[in-house]
């Protein structure tokens, strides 16, 4: 069946310009979470979502970053007035169970320029 | 802060070999441990995970628990070139905890 679905899958974007990354997780997955990966770095949790409960979003490194999960089923992380620190993979993950990520897209290259 | 630490390699092994592969934790109060395997330019891949004290096996995998060492490690028993990868360790803390804390990972090399 489908996996995890991320788009675009790589961005490149002016320092200062607002970017969206979608993701749309495995059909009835209804646990979703954000993680980011910078070159050499381990993954770095942003944001969970799990049903309809308000997600957690103690992850988040600034208040430029803010993420929604319409329905839920597809979500979007939206970066403001993007800066050069946030180029990194942002990956998406889904799964049934609420113990932490299982299947993970394969993730949205950001670089900031 | 939690915190996941893994050697960074590489780690080289020749084929046929074991690899083993090591992770130390620093919350005590952590209760599930997993292994992921990324390739190069590619997104993570579960492949075990563990819960209690001592071995677990999967195929040419076996995870090895020590909650009082608070160490975890992974084992692969005829190492292939296609292994050759990024191996993360993860641990999360409590029951419900859903937040992984990753470790930087180890590169692991298997020279044919």
């Known amino acids: 069946g489908a996996g995890v679905s991320q788009s675009p899958s790589n961005k490149v974007t002016e320092k200062g310009k607002d970017v969206e990354l979608r993701c749309d997780p495995i059909s009835g997955h209804t646990a979703l979470y954000w993680y980011r990966q910078s070159l050499g770095q381990g993954l770095e949790f942003l944001i969970y979502f799990q049903g309809n409960s308000a997600p957690d979003k103690s992850g988040l490194p600034s208040d430029r970053f803010s993420a929604e999960r319409t329905g839920g089923s597809v979500s979007t992380l939206t970066i403001q007035r993007t800066q050069q620190e946030d180029s990194a993979v942002y990956l998406c993950a889904s799964s049934l169970e609420s113990w932490g990520p299982k299947d993970f897209g394969e993730g949205s290259w950001l670089t900031v320029v | 802060q939690k915190e996941v630490e893994q050697n960074s390699g590489p780690l080289s092994v020749p084929e046929g070999a074991i690899a083993s592969l090591n992770c130390t934790y620093s919350?005590?109060?952590?209760?599930?441990f997993f292994w992921y395997r990324q390739y190069s330019g590619k997104s993570p891949e579960l492949i075990m995970s563990?819960?209690?004290?001592g071995d677990k096996e999967d195929g040419r995998f076996t995870a090895q628990l020590n909650k009082a060492s608070q160490y975890v490690s992974l084992l692969i028993r005829d190492s292939q070139p296609s292994d050759s990868a990024t191996y993360l360790c993860a641990v999360n803390s409590g029951a419900g905890s859903y937040q992984l804390t990753f470790g930087k990972g180890t590169k692991l090399s298997v020279i044919p």
């Open positions: 919350d005590r109060g952590s209760q599930s």
């Open positions: 563990i819960y209690s004290n």
